[in-house]
């Protein structure tokens, strides 16, 4: 059990889950030690099922069915066995060479029983194991050719009735219902590697039916239904692959299930995975159906997506812009899409076109995908500089945030005309602050982009004739606290204030900050001592507040 360390306990969990797993340690009962595995059961908010498996082709794993470990994580229980069995180094050898023993022991008294005395032992168990008996009464009726009796079992199986109450499989009862649909899945399986992959065609398509039917009365919250899904559409593929259907056929119920979503989605089926099993006959007759059904309706999901499917499979770029342009978003992203398939085929002249053209055509400059806009502008970096300008401008104007004003001041740097551009774009944003203060909505932009531009002086001013809010100040203070520390030291005491009378250690941490921002304005002005007479005062107000207290003092303020 070499891999099988606290390292890679911590590696699998991460920290806070190997630390939350020490504390579990007297919650682990009835370990048992096999070759290459531990099981055991940890008592959490319930009793929960672990088992790690040591020796695994990629090393260390677990499995535990408590809700955190269902999603796939490597929880606190496994890592509180894990935890355990490395405490009792000296047992571990002999343990696992008592379960090596006892699996040849096994083995050796089952060969030496009689024909009779197995199945007398077999029958005993299937008697004991309704899911035994289950899985043998599929292998059964597959062996002997009885189509109707497997068809019966595989309905059984899909029936949610044994686990719903009031028409509703609960949570609790998902994963036993699950296990219990899996069984379709290997008994269709089963078929096809019997030579019945034609039946198993037909009995596949009737489980993913009767899945779709299950899954609406079904909390699958952990998926476990959506996996069993993947597997019947894997069990499809492998049936037609060996039994070689009509290829007509086949293209008809692919085209079907895609554009009819007849299971909900359940069970996701690419057509193209079947190209091998249609041959050009079946893709012929895929496309027609594609085809078809998207001219009958342009702005489907199913169909447009079909249709791409189809097209990029084909290499046929013109298919795949005609299948976007025939249901152009009014924002222009659709015009990106196409802008970069040409791009891909190599036709930059034609995505220039398409890319130009959503931004004339978008309904509202500032709702336009800025995703579009940097297209464009990148495309005009190398000898369009003015181009990329107006575009940038165009853009801040219809859009008036700090990110716009960055992007126009960044092309306007480009092609050597910031200060020009840099006068308008703060004509709009003081227009916009004087609207704000007649009641209009409308962002204080003006001091974040001030700041930006690191004109700390006109922001300062722009923050005292507008209505900046308290993280401007605070950014203000930081950027002028050298040059002009009697008015930093304002807003810090003015942002302060608010906070003394507030309780959290978020709120504190704050607070502290504030202070030392307050102490090197005070040591700046030379004034030090006035510091310490407000940190007295307000250290006497503050001092039931013992944690604010502890992080003072950690600073010795």
């Not at 229980?77 to 009792?88: D, E, F, N, Q, S």
């Not at 037609?240 to 909900?264: M, V």
Request: proline share 3%; charged share 30%; hydrophobic share 40%.
């Amino acid at each position: 059990m070499g891999g099988l360390t606290e390292a890679n306990l911590k590696m699998l969990a991460g920290s806070r889950s190997f630390e939350r797993g020490r504390g579990y340690l007297d919650a682990v009962f009835g370990v048992e030690v096999g070759d290459g595995w531990v099981t055991a059961s940890v008592h959490g908010t319930e009793r929960y099922e672990v088992e790690l498996t040591t020796d695994g082709p990629g090393g260390l794993s677990g499995e535990c069915d408590c809700p955190y470990g269902l999603e796939g994580n490597f929880c606190k229980h496994l890592v509180a066995l894990g935890l355990t069995v490395l405490a009792r180094p000296e047992s571990l050898p002999r343990q696992r060479k008592a379960a090596r023993d006892r699996a040849q022991d096994l083995d050796g008294w089952l060969s030496a029983l009689s024909k009779d005395e197995l199945l007398a032992l077999l029958r005993e168990q299937i008697g004991e194991d309704r899911q035994l008996r289950r899985r043998l009464e599929l292998r059964a009726a597959s062996a002997r050719g009885d189509l109707a009796a497997v068809r019966a079992r595989i309905r059984d199986l899909l029936d949610i009735g044994p686990f719903a109450q009031y028409g509703y499989v609960e949570y609790t009862d998902a994963r036993a219902y699950a296990d219990q649909a899996r069984q379709a899945v290997s008994a269709i399986g089963a078929l096809t590697g019997s030579g019945r992959a034609a039946d198993a065609i037909t009995l596949v398509r009737e489980a993913m039916r009767l899945l779709a039917e299950a899954v609406e009365s079904v909390d699958d919250s952990d998926g476990w239904l959506g996996q069993i899904g993947a597997d019947l559409a894997d069990a499809h593929l492998d049936a037609c692959r060996a039994a070689h259907p009509d290829p007509g056929e086949l293209a008809r119920w692919l085209a079907g299930h895609a554009l009819g979503d007849i299971d909900g989605g359940l069970t996701d089926i690419d057509p193209l995975d079947y190209e091998d099993v249609l041959d050009e006959e079946g893709m012929a007759v895929l496309r027609k159906l594609a085809v078809e059904a998207w001219q009958g309706n342009r702005r489907g999901w199913a169909e447009k997506y079909l249709m791409e499917r189809l097209a990029k499979a084909d290499c046929d770029v013109d298919a795949l812009i005609a299948v976007h342009a025939a249901d152009l978003s009014p924002n222009g992203h659709t015009h990106l899409v196409i802008a970069r398939e040409l791009d891909t085929a190599r036709r930059p002249d034609e995505a220039l076109r398409w890319a130009e053209r959503g931004v004339r055509e978008a309904q509202d400059l500032a709702a336009v995908d800025t995703a579009l806009v940097d297209y464009l502008c990148d495309r005009y970096q190398a000898d369009r500089l003015a181009d990329a300008v107006a575009l940038r401008r165009n853009h801040f104007r219809a859009r008036r945030t700090l990110f716009a004003y960055q992007q126009l001041r960044a092309a306007a740097g480009a092609a050597d005309c910031w200060p020009s551009e840099r006068e308008g774009a703060l004509a709009l944003l003081r227009a916009d602050a004087r609207r704000r203060q007649q009641g209009w909505y409308g962002g204080p932009v003006l001091v974040d982009a001030l700041l930006d531009d690191k004109d700390v002086d006109a922001a300062w001013q722009a923050a005292a004739d507008t209505d900046a809010h308290d993280q401007q100040w605070l950014t203000l203070a930081d950027q002028a606290r050298v040059a002009r520390p009697a008015d930093a030291l304002g807003v810090y005491q003015t942002l302060a204030e608010p906070l003394t009378k507030r309780t959290g250690n978020a709120v504190y941490e704050q607070l502290v900050s504030l202070l030392l921002s307050i102490r090197d304005c005070h040591r700046r002005l030379g004034s030090i001592e006035e510091f310490t007479g407000y940190v007295t005062a307000l250290r006497t107000v503050q001092k039931r507040k013992r944690n604010l207290m502890r992080l003072m003092d950690e600073h010795d303020l």
